[in-house]
């Protein structure tokens, strides 16, 4: 196992577990399907490198420091051979979407990965999620109280350490999106703080539009709620994060401030779904 004191940017140590150890054999695979899948690899520790080196010239553009950003690399739909070559090139912070997803890798995976949920989150999936994630770092995606007052619970019920979550705010207006409205971000901000003591207030989530037209809209909205957010609280804005910018927009939400990117599709490639996924 790769030494889990190694940087990012330091080359990982050899594995003494092989794929097939961290994998279910779920078939024999043919040469051919074993050569794509280590191709398939190397493309996205080559992607992880390339998305670091953006980050750090988005930092370097608007004079901020590059190692005071999070990568979340999004792992949604891929195997975890996947993630174990991702692992292996000293990358550590992972993002899924689907409670029982995360619930099937995290337990196939290094227990010193940080994972962060980044999906909607219902109430009857958080017993599973806290109890079967131990690492897990971060839940992205408190849009409510009564889900907030539910995490708080279950984290105070197993004795764990406080969990550190963010607030979603739905800074486009649009009706798909979760998150709470902009003018509600400040109360919700203020009962995790002083009425959840199970949990760690950490900042405050956005998705942007998918098309981008709004997007600095968007971060400027989430920007502008961070102050009130902590104007309310009476914290400096350095100690509330900003999780903003996926794969198409993550330079300029870095350029805008964000301290969370959240990266997919351009560190693994298109998303496959052989079948319906369910929170």
């Not at 992880?48 to 949604?76: M, P, T």
């Not at 949990?199 to 997007?215: A, H, K």
């Not at 989430?222 to 509330?240: D, F, H, M, N, T």
């Amino acid at each position: 196992m790769k030494n889990p004191e190694a940087g990012k940017g330091e080359k990982a140590e050899e594995t003494q577990y092989s794929s097939s150890d961290r994998v279910p054999d779920q078939s024999s695979p043919s040469g051919s399907e074993m050569a794509a899948a280590s191709a398939m690899d190397s493309v996205a520790a080559s992607a992880l490198r390339s998305v670091l080196q953006h980050v750090h010239h988005a930092a370097e553009r608007c004079g901020r420091r590059s190692d005071r950003i999070r990568v979340v690399a999004v792992s949604k739909t891929k195997p975890v051979s996947l993630l174990c070559q991702v692992y292996d090139a000293g990358h550590r912070c992972f993002g899924e979407n689907y409670v029982q997803e995360l619930v099937e890798k995290a337990p196939q995976l290094p227990d010193d990965i940080e994972w962060h949920f980044i999906g909607n989150l219902q109430s009857n999936k958080v017993k599973p999620l806290i109890n079967g994630v131990p690492n897990l770092a971060m839940v992205e995606t408190v849009d409510d109280e009564k889900i907030a007052n539910h995490l708080d619970r279950i984290v105070g019920s197993i004795g764990r350490k406080p969990l550190r979550v963010m607030v979603q705010v739905n800074t486009s207006g649009e009706e798909s999106k979760h998150g709470v409205d902009p003018a509600g971000c400040v109360e919700l901000a203020k009962h995790v703080t002083l009425g959840c003591p199970n949990l760690e207030f950490s900042g405050l989530m956005t998705i942007g539009m998918l098309d981008y037209t709004s997007t600095p809209e968007n971060f400027k909205m989430l920007a502008k709620c961070r102050s009130e957010v902590c104007k309310a609280l009476g914290i400096a804005e350095e100690q509330c994060e900003l999780s903003m910018g996926m794969s198409g927009d993550f330079e300029l939400a870095i350029e805008m401030g964000s301290t969370n990117v959240r990266i997919g599709s351009t560190i693994f490639g298109a998303r496959e779904y052989p079948k319906k996924q369910s929170n």
